[in-house]
């Protein structure tokens, strides 16, 4: 097992430099995503890391000991380690285990795409013929268990699902908003999350070039934020 103690207990020593050493429990645990906790809990330090970076360098491991201690203790975060973290984390290779992990460890409730008012399955029938020429897979497509109002729908490339918030499955929710939603879901499956420099692009330029092909795009994004 790896010690990182001596990691973190160096750390707290630069940002504490007078105060004196905690109990630090700290370890590997498995999480069904890349997660990290820390908690200061009756003088006791503990720390729970992604059982997925057991393998990470020193100097990874040492710039995410600043990351959480210095979110614990309400100090500046140098970029140079917030930077340092990402780029580990958006290597293909640990991406590709992160997703697999979350699909063998994560729980994802699924339900019908038909909803009482709306089809998920219809729909996105329809706008794959008319943006995407049908040529995109479908994925598993369910509306979720809750009427959210602030996570409305997102793709999850894990389980490979679209959820869509139950909020536009309702008589009075115009069709084109709950498209509008679904088509923006969908372009996840053409442009893939990647890595500029240290950064996630979730949205990059070419996704918002394609985003305002929706020929109600703007109407339907000022409906949204009513939402």
Known sequence: ????????????????PRTPFPVLEVGFYPFAHINNTI???????????????QAAPEAVLEA?????????????IPEVYN???RRFIGQKEIV??????????????????RGRHYDLDRLFDDLNLRFFQGWLAKPNLSWAAA???????????????????????APRMPQFVLEYVLYHEMLHLRHPVRMQGSRRCVHS???????????????????LKHL
């Not at 330029?205 to 409906?223: D, H, I, S």
């Open 1 to 16: 097992m790896r010690d990182l103690e001596p990691t973190f207990l160096a750390v707290f020593r630069e940002l504490k």
């Open 39 to 53: 908690r200061l809990r009756e003088g006791r330090l503990l720390v729970r890391l992604s059982d997925l970076l």
């Open 64 to 76: 995410l000991a600043h990351i959480l201690l210095r979110k614990l203790y309400r100090q500046p």
């Open 83 to 85: 930077a340092r973290y």
């Open 96 to 113: 590709a285990k992160a997703h697999l992990i979350r699909h063998i460890r994560g729980r994802k409730q699924l339900t019908s795409p």
């Open 147 to 169: 009427a959210a109002r602030r996570n409305l729908g997102h793709y999850d490339p894990a389980h490979n699902a679209i959820l869509i918030s139950r909020v536009f499955d």
């Open 205 to 223: 330029a070419e996704f918002r070039q394609e985003e305002r092909r929706f020929p109600q795009w703007a109407e339907a994004e000022g409906l």
